[in-house]
Each structure stands twice: as structure tokens, then as C-alpha cells.
């Protein structure tokens, strides 16, 4: 089992910054590939960004690229997700899931284990 707990949301105006952090214990953190996805009231959850085990590949949805960066330090079992120029339909809660196959990684069946989640609310 890997155990992940998210950190960091928070209310924040548009154009703001926040950075999310998710850390993992438990079973080892190698070998994972690490994604994090959001649920705004009343949608299906939907994939946000992912970096795989080496943090040398990284994917986003389209309407978070060039604002949203996801990074990991293996070294702290932890990864990040830096969200800058925020918007009020960023507003949900945001997990943080591990994947061990790494396939599938844009998409909740690629993922083994998941977080609590935590609040992000972008005001207008």
C-alpha cells in the first residue's frame, strides 16, 4: 500500500499562484508514476497533469499547459504541482493518485492509489 497525503490548497484570487504537494508513504515510492487529477461540484473527476517515475516526462491537459508544472522529489517521496495564473474554473479539489504500471497514465484506471484530495477555490 502507498498512503498519499496532499497538502497546499487553498482559496486564492485569479491570477494567483498555488503550489500543491502530495506526499507518499508507505510502500516505496519507486517506480511510480505520479498524477494528479481534479473534481470540480457536479463534474467526473479529470486528469490534470502526470510526471513518470524519472521525472523526465511530463503531461498535462491542455488547459493547464504553460500555467500548471508537476515535479517530483523522489529523494522526499513527494511531488509537487506549481499552479500560477489561476483561474475560477480551476476552482475543485485536486488528488494526487500513484501509478505503478505507468500505462494509462492521462487516465484514473492507470492509477493504484489515491490521496484525500485537497480544496483549490479561485475567486473571480
Known amino acids: 500500500q502507498v498512503q498519499l497525503v496532499e497538502s497546499g490548497g487553498g482559496l486564492v484570487q485569479a491570477g494567483g499562484s498555488l503550489r500543491l504537494s502530495c506526499v507518499a508513504s508507505?510502500?516505496?515510492?519507486?517506480?511510480?508514476?505520479m498524477g494528479w487529477f481534479r473534481q470540480a461540484p457536479g463534474k467526473e473527476r479529470e486528469f490534470v497533469a502526470a510526471?513518470?517515475?524519472?521525472?523526465?516526462?511530463?503531461y498535462y491537459t491542455d488547459s493547464v499547459k504553460g500555467r500548471f508544472t508537476v515535479s517530483r522529489d523522489n529523494a522526499k517521496n513527494t511531488v509537487y504541482l506549481q499552479m500560477n495564473s489561476l483561474k475560477p474554473e480551476d476552482t475543485a479539489v485536486y488528488y494526487c493518485?500513484?501509478?505503478?504500471?505507468?500505462?494509462?497514465?492521462?487516465?484514473?484506471?492507470?492509477?493504484?492509489?489515491w490521496g484525500q484530495g485537497t480544496q483549490v477555490t479561485v475567486s473571480s
Open positions: 493518485a500513484a501509478g505503478y504500471s505507468g500505462a494509462y497514465i492521462d487516465r484514473i484506471a492507470g492509477y493504484d492509489f
Open positions: 510526471i513518470r517515475w524519472s521525472g523526465v516526462s511530463t
Open positions: 508507505g510502500r516505496t515510492f519507486s517506480g511510480y508514476a
